[in-house]
T-cell receptor, first 117, second 116 residues
């Protein structure tokens, strides 16, 4: 069974500091993708970063980086130099085969990040 | 490039009434998804379309929910009759192909439904 686990319901970080949001996953599929999304209070899910299971290097997108440890089945999101606008809910998700060749996302329960001034 | 469009943004109805949500995906995206997100939880897939065909609707409560994607572009999700437990945010997403590991889903702003 495919599963995403986010063990931190809430996190606080001081402005300008770095923060790591944890994500572990479980799948028997050798080919999968891992995604992080940000959901502000407005409700929209904003795509942040992607990591493929066969990628050799950790993904980076601006202030976001993904610490991918395949053996541990973890895909933690690192946000450097936190800003007040980073306060939001963050979801880790994994792409899995649904039917035929189609894929769909399985989401974790999310981590609410609050950046303190 | 325009993102995923959804309407309405908010809807308040009484139980047993019906409601419909509309979604227009990113141009050129073949796959469209409807999710239900209950407060405090991650989104749960309701239905997935590839062009105008249904790929997966195994988690759609078919006794009250229905969805269609005419001409493989925009889509409508309907609830009839609504129950209190249907109060949630309904998110629409689209992706280019729906089959590749790298395929990224892009989400619309969502519709926040309150059933009284």
């Amino acid at each position: 069974a495919q599963k995403i686990t986010q063990t931190q319901p809430g996190m606080f970080v001081q402005e300008k500091e770095a923060v790591t949001l944890d994500c572990t996953y479980d799948t028997s599929d050798p080919s999968y993708g891992l995604f992080w999304y940000k959901q502000p209070s407005s409700g929209e899910m904003i795509f942040l970063i992607y990591q493929g299971s066969y990628d050799q290097q950790n993904a980076t997108e601006g202030r976001y980086s993904l610490n991918f440890q395949k053996a541990r089945k973890s895909a933690n999101l690192v946000i450097s130099a936190s800003q007040l606008g980073d306060s939001a809910m963050y979801f880790c998700a994994m792409s899995v085969i649904s039917s035929g060749s189609a894929r769909q996302l399985t989401f974790g329960s999310g981590t609410q990040l609050t950046v303190l001034p | 490039e325009a993102g995923v469009a959804q309407s309405p943004r908010y809807k308040i109805i009484e139980k047993r009434q019906s409601v419909a949500f509309w979604c227009n995906p990113i141009s050129g995206h073949a796959t469209l998804y409807w999710y239900q997100q209950i407060l405090g939880q991650g989104p749960k897939l309701l239905i997935q379309f590839q062009n105008n065909g249904v790929v997966d609707d195994s988690q759609l409560p078919k006794d009250r929910f229905s969805a269609e994607r005419l001409k493989g572009v925009d889509s409508t999700l309907k609830i009839q009759p609504a129950k209190l437990e249907d109060s949630a945010v309904y998110l629409c997403a689209s992706s280019f192909s729906g089959g590749a590991v790298t395929d990224t889903q892009y989400f619309g702003p969502g519709t926040r439904l309150t059933v009284l």
